[in-house]
Every structure is written in structure tokens, then in C-alpha cells.
């Protein structure tokens, strides 16, 4: 199984800062089958980014991923105030299914 | 709008039954293959199963293997989850997801929650 290391773990930050969390993977992500999803306190998670770098429907160009093989990252250019979340990263290239244990991003 | 509603949940002894069910709108469920993620209380998200556009193919988490069985009917446009033998360890929301861009999840449900306890 491909375990996934986000880092960060918490992140205090003010609205308005650049930010970049980071997702590790233990082996290497085929296809680049790596998704970011954001999840506010008491809301379901969020599809943010799929393959690696592809923003989901509706989301804004704030919001940009990048990397491959092993190595990805969440850039978010400007913090809004509806951004502080806890974010995951999630590989679907191969089975099982494996999420990253989050990355919680918090007003400074 | 595309749209996924959970039910099922509740709380139940160790070692009973639940079944979950989801139902699906604003879109043409049978073109899509199928998950349930589940998140425990205050911990991270944990894939759980997944189904198939046509249900013809299914896929466990090992801590649910054997014990879980994922299905659905396309007719009724509804995903089950039915969940034998729980344990405490079972206790979280669960989500019904549908897999995009082979294997991204959007949307989510809004969850249901299973408390396992006696």
C-alpha cells in the first residue's frame, strides 16, 4: 500500500500569505493519480485538484498542484478567509485507495 | 444538480448489521463507478469499498474485507453498503463518492455516522 505524507501538519497563517503543503508518497504515484480535497470543520471533503495538477470544476485559480513520481504540492497564491481547512491528498493509481493524514491550515 | 443523501446510519452493538444506502440524482448513476469512504471521529479520511459502473466489480479495504459488501441497482439509482460483524473500530461518518477521472472523488455526500457500541 502507498502510504502518503502530508507536511505540514498545522499551518497558522493570515488571510492574504501564499501558502505550499506538501504530500510525500512512499512509492511512486502511477499516472500522477494524486487528488487534493479540502475539508471544512463539520462539512464533507471537497475535490479540489485531480492528476496532480487539473483544478476541479468551480474551484478557483487560486489554487494550483504540481509534481510527480513521489513528490506533490498544494499552492494556494492567496488565503482567503474561506481557505483555512484541513486539506488531503489522496492517491488513486493503485489499490488500495490511500489518503495522506491531512494538513491543517489555521488563522494566524 | 449532481447530488449524493446518505441513510442508514445509527448507533448498533458490536458484532450486528447495518446496512447503509445512498441515493443519487442529477446524473447518469450507471455510467459511474462507485465508493464509500468512511472518517472516524476526529481522524483522517480511509477508503472502504468500491463498486463498478455496471456492479460487476468489487474492491475491499483489508480492515473490511469479508465483513462489508458493497452493491447497487442502477434502476433505483441507490449504492448499499452493508456492513456484518461490526466492531468499535467501524465508528465514523460515511461517505457515499462518485469516482471521477478514474478514481478522484466528487461529489460527497454528506455522511452518515455509525456509532458502534454497546
Redesign the interface.
Known amino acids: 500500500e502507498i502510504v502518503l505524507t502530508q507536511s505540514p501538519g498545522t499551518l497558522s497563517l493570515s488571510p492574504g500569505e501564499r501558502v505550499t503543503l506538501s504530500c510525500r508518497a512512499s512509492q511512486s504515484v502511477s ?1 500522477s ?1 494524486l ?1 487534493w ?1 479540502k475539508q471544512k470543520s463539520g462539512q ?4 479540489l485538484i ?2 496532480a495538477s ?1 483544478r ?2 468551480g474551484i478557483p485559480d487560486r489554487f494550483s498542484g504540481s509534481g510527480s513520481g513521489t513528490d506533490f504540492t498544494l499552492t494556494i497564491s492567496r488565503l482567503e478567509p474561506e481557505d483555512f481547512a484541513v486539506y ?1 491528498c ?1 492517491q ?2 493503485s ?8 494538513t491543517r491550515l489555521e488563522i494566524k | 444538480q449532481v447530488q449524493l443523501v446518505e441513510s442508514g446510519g445509527g448507533v448498533v452493538q458490536p458484532g450486528r448489521s447495518l446496512r447503509l444506502s445512498c441515493a443519487a440524482s442529477g446524473f447518469t448513476f450507471s455510467s459511474y463507478a462507485m ?1 464509500w469512504v468512511r472518517q472516524a471521529p476526529g481522524r ?4 472502504v469499498a ?1 463498486i463498478s459502473y455496471a456492479g460487476t466489480n468489487e ?1 475491499y ?2 480492515s473490511v474485507k469479508g465483513r462489508f459488501t458493497i452493491s447497487r441497482d442502477n434502476s433505483k439509482k441507490t449504492l448499499y453498503l452493508q456492513m456484518n460483524s461490526l466492531r468499535p473500530e467501524d465508528t465514523a461518518v460515511y ?1 457515499c463518492v462518485r469516482d ?12 452518515t455516522l455509525v456509532t458502534v457500541s454497546s
Open positions: 499516472s493519480y487528488a480535497y464533507a471533503p471537497r475535490l485531480y492528476g487539473s476541479a470544476t488531503y489522496q488513486y493509481g489499490s488500495p485507495i490511500t489518503f495522506g493524514q491531512g | 465508493h483522517g479520511l480511509e477508503w468500491l474492491e479495504a483489508d461517505y471521477v477521472f478514474h478514481g478522484s472523488f466528487d461529489p460527497w455526500g454528506q455522511g
